[in-house]
């Protein structure tokens, strides 16, 4: 026969993880009004209260999850970046031919950079300011830890190129790590200002790697 100490603990349970919903949500609301916010007005330009009032909390309610602008700072990047990965990840395992794989996989980088380019504009121009910053540590260690999620992923798709014979024999983790530099200078080119459009670079960084790669 089951106790009552056994019969409670479902239903805490439920009660935890609407708790633990809750407290992501709000994060999440936190961390989209502060890209917002730090797109409007930059970091320099921007304040714990102005976040506070675009998520519609309370100050002392934000001070809760984060504890300063930096900390909001970093933690809105690296949601950022892992909103990127994942998207980046899912469009290199869907499969299909290998080249349109890779034309998928620097079209999902681009459009998700331009669809929050002032936002990455500010990330690029505050790299350095935050270099000493307990945030910009953060921001480094996440950024490294998805760079390898995502070369990663780029390299099975190269080492299931190769075995369908669609590519050369290459060494799939170097390849890997040269893809993911080209699509990053692709779009830094785009948010510096020094291509109009991404597009048509997307196409020609594609075309000269494919005939690095193809057999």
Request: glycine share 6%; aromatic share 8%; charged share 30%.
């Amino acid at each position: 026969m089951m106790t009552d100490q056994a019969s409670k603990r479902p239903g805490r349970r439920s009660a935890s993880r609407v708790r633990q919903l809750r407290v992501e949500y709000r994060r999440r609301t936190i961390l989209d009004a502060a890209r917002t916010v730090f797109s409007r007005h930059g970091f320099a330009g921007t304040t714990v209260d102005l976040i506070a009032r675009e998520a519609d909390v309370a100050k002392g309610t934000l001070y809760l999850y984060y504890p300063s602008k930096s900390a909001i700072y970093a933690a809105a990047v690296v949601a950022a970046l892992e909103d990127l990965a994942s998207e980046t990840v899912a469009v290199l395992g869907a499969g299909g031919p290998t080249r349109d794989v890779l034309r998928a996989f620097f079209v999902t980088r681009w459009r998700y950079f331009e669809q929050h380019a002032e936002f990455f504009r500010i990330y690029l121009t505050e790299q350095g300011a935050l270099a000493q910053d307990k945030a910009g540590a953060l921001v480094r260690r996440e950024a490294a830890r998805l760079h390898e999620r995502q070369v990663k992923a780029l390299e099975r798709v190269l080492e299931a190129g190769v075995r369908a014979r669609e590519l050369r024999r290459v060494n799939s983790r170097a390849a890997a790590g040269m893809l993911f530099d080209l699509s990053y200078g692709v779009i830094v080119r785009r948010l510096r200002g020094f291509a109009p459009s991404a597009a048509p670079d997307v196409d020609e960084a594609l075309e000269l790697l494919w005939k690095g790669l193809a057999r």
